[in-house]
């Protein structure tokens, strides 16, 4: 079964910086591209990044480019978003998900599954 | 940038079906997952590749993707499909989501 567990959430002040992981179980890690999206409170889903099964090819949203760069450690099967610089709109719960294919820049992809999310909330 | 546009509510009957929206410049020339949320619980992949339902979906969710509108059908729907509905396409490497459908069974 695969499983995505995340962590590293967690009260911050503007600016400071907070790093999410992913661990990953049930799957072959290194063969699939992985996503981080985010839902703020009562609010929609928003794509924050991407990151193919080598780590090599990386995507951002407009509003974390910048900011938040996402990596991956295959030998741990965990995933990273690194955030830096964060402000009060970054305050939302962080779910990284699984894309079905090495390459995340198809336009065929989709997330499944889903994380539980871990919570950020950034306010001083 | 693109945008994925839903309405924000829809109400229905039990046993009723439901379609939910989502419209977009050239949706249909693009694949259209949907994603199912119910209150706190991370969202569920339903729909993927416009029409797919990934196993344990059951039967009754289907979707189509023609024009510039993708639509989500709950037939018979039931109490338990009460939930946020979410349409999410790709342009341009960059994942896009609607603002979601919150269906209430009624």
């Known amino acids: 079964e695969v499983q995505l567990l995340e962590s590293g959430g967690g009260l911050v002040q503007p600016g400071g910086s907070l790093r999410l992981s992913c661990a990953a179980s049930?799957?072959?890690?290194?063969?699939?591209?992985m996503s981080w999206v985010r839902q703020a409170p009562g609010k929609g889903l928003e794509w924050v990044s991407s990151?193919?099964?080598?780590?090599?090819?990386?995507y951002y949203a407009d509003s974390v480019k910048g900011r938040f760069p996402i990596s991956r450690d295959n030998s741990k099967n965990t995933l990273y978003l690194q955030m830096n610089s964060l402000r009060d709109e970054d305050t939302a719960v962080y779910y990284c998900?699984?894309?079905?294919?090495?390459?995340?820049?198809?336009?065929?992809?989709?997330?499944?599954?889903w994380g539980q999310g871990t919570l950020v909330t950034v306010s001083s | 940038s693109y945008e994925l546009t839903q309405p924000p509510s829809l109400s229905v009957s039990p046993g009723q079906t439901a379609s939910i929206t989502c419209s977009g410049d050239n949706l249909g020339d693009k694949y259209v997952c949907w994603y199912q949320q119910k209150p706190g619980q991370s969202p569920v992949l339903v729909i993927y590749?416009?029409?797919k339902r990934p196993s344990g979906i059951p039967e009754r969710f289907s979707g189509s993707n023609s024009g510039n509108t993708a639509t989500l059908t709950i037939s018979g729907t039931q109490a338990m499909d009460e939930a946020d509905y979410y349409c999410?396409?790709?342009?341009?490497?960059?994942?896009?989501f609607g603002g979601g459908t919150k269906l209430t069974v009624l």
């Open positions: 998900a699984k894309i079905p294919y090495f390459y995340a820049s198809g336009n065929n992809n989709w997330f499944d599954p």
């Open positions: 590749q416009d029409t």
């Open positions: 990151i193919s099964g080598d780590g090599v090819s990386t």
């Open positions: 999410q396409a790709w342009d341009s490497s960059t994942a896009v």
């Open positions: 049930g799957f072959t890690f290194s063969r699939y591209a």
